[in-house]
């Protein structure tokens, strides 16, 4: 289901039980929409789901009372029973404690997801993401961009093939089970032709790729404050102000005004 409530900014968290998500939707965004929409998949007993949208061309980011809850000034962030957590991948560990599931198995299998979990967020979130700005979003000369057009080609197409070998082995990153680790991958894979990283030569890769996408919670997850017949596919419109979201964010414009 979708949020129960919108609001336009972040605020200072009070002592709450509900789980106020900071969002908006972009690939680490969809990770936590996702995350909920799993958790509710599986049967999990959650309170209240709070939406605060974020506009990031708005720079609601900076914002002092976001900061207050994400120092690193980006989104999403999750409060939570007092405590506010940032990094989307963190915040999927939290969830995934605070509320226990096959999304990550306690006991040994536990350190089947944790890796590839940790591995996206070291990895293939920061290639893919440099990827796509220097393909789609950041206005220099070509020859400027030759160098980081070429080194992250390079190494998303490794870790492309990193994912595949792993998936040789396990139907999924985490092992037996569709995880966290998952999670944090499908947003980014999702995007391959947006960063220009092709993952076709790799057909374990696509196969994760339509079996993730054919899931109810994904399904769910992916249309948190986009449209529904956009979900899959953005408009051009939509494309178009995503590009003009992204050069802004890439030309560090409001940081330069702000800090
Ligand atoms: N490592 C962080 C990355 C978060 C991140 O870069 N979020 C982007 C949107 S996907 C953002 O808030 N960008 C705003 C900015 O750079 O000013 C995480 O996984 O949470």
């Known amino acids: 289901m979708p949020p129960t409530e919108l609001t336009s900014r972040g605020r200072k968290g009070s002592m709450t039980m509900t789980l106020d998500v900071y969002y908006s939707a972009t690939p680490n965004g969809w990770k936590i929409s996702i995350m909920i929409e799993e958790l509710k998949e599986v049967g999990v007993g959650l309170p209240e789901v709070r939406l605060h949208?974020?506009?990031?061309?708005?720079?609601?980011?900076?914002a002092s009372e976001f900061t207050a809850i994400n120092p690193n000034q980006r989104m999403p962030a999750l409060m939570h029973d007092g405590r506010a957590i940032f990094e989307?991948?963190?915040?999927?560990?939290?969830?995934?404690?605070?509320?226990?599931?096959p999304l990550l198995p306690q006991g040994p299998a536990r350190w089947d997801v944790l890796p590839w979990l940790y591995?996206?967020?070291?990895?293939?979130?920061?290639?893919?993401?440099?990827?796509?700005?220097?393909?789609?979003?950041?206005?220099?000369?070509?020859?400027?961009?030759?160098?980081?057009?070429?080194?992250?080609?390079?190494?998303?197409?490794r870790?492309?093939?990193?994912m595949a070998r792993r998936l040789e082995v396990a139907p999924w990153l985490g092992g037996e089970t569709f995880s966290v680790a998952?999670?944090?991958?499908?947003?980014?894979?999702?995007?391959?032709?947006?960063?220009?990283?092709?993952?076709?030569?790799?057909?374990?890769?696509?196969d994760?790729?339509?079996?993730?996408?054919?899931?109810?919670g994904v399904q769910r997850g992916v249309a948190w404050g986009v449209p529904?017949?956009?979900?899959?596919?953005?408009?051009?419109?939509?494309?178009?102000?995503?590009?003009?979201?992204?050069?802004s964010i890439a030309a560090n414009e409001r940081l330069n005004e702000r800090n």
């Not at 989307?88 to 599931?101: D, F, K, M, R, V």
């Not at 870790?159 to 990193?162: M, P, Q, S």
């Not at 529904?228 to 992204?246: H, L, V």
Request: with cysteine.
């Open 88 to 101: 989307s991948c963190a915040i999927l560990q939290y969830l995934g404690e605070t509320y226990p599931s």
């Open 159 to 162: 870790l492309v093939r990193v």
């Open 119 to 157: 591995w996206q967020a070291a990895n293939l979130g920061p290639v893919f993401g440099n990827k796509v700005s220097y393909t789609r979003y950041i206005d220099v000369d070509e020859a400027t961009k030759a160098h980081p057009m070429d080194r992250f080609g390079n190494e998303g197409a």
């Open 228 to 247: 529904q017949e956009e979900a899959e596919r953005f408009s051009a419109d939509r494309r178009a102000r995503y590009k003009a979201m992204g050069a």
């Open 53 to 62: 949208m974020m506009s990031l061309e708005d720079g609601d980011q900076f």
């Open 182 to 206: 998952d999670i944090a991958a499908f947003p980014w894979v999702r995007a391959y032709k947006w960063a220009k990283i092709d993952i076709t030569a790799e057909p374990r890769v696509v």
């Open 208 to 216: 994760w790729l339509e079996r993730c996408r054919r899931r109810p």
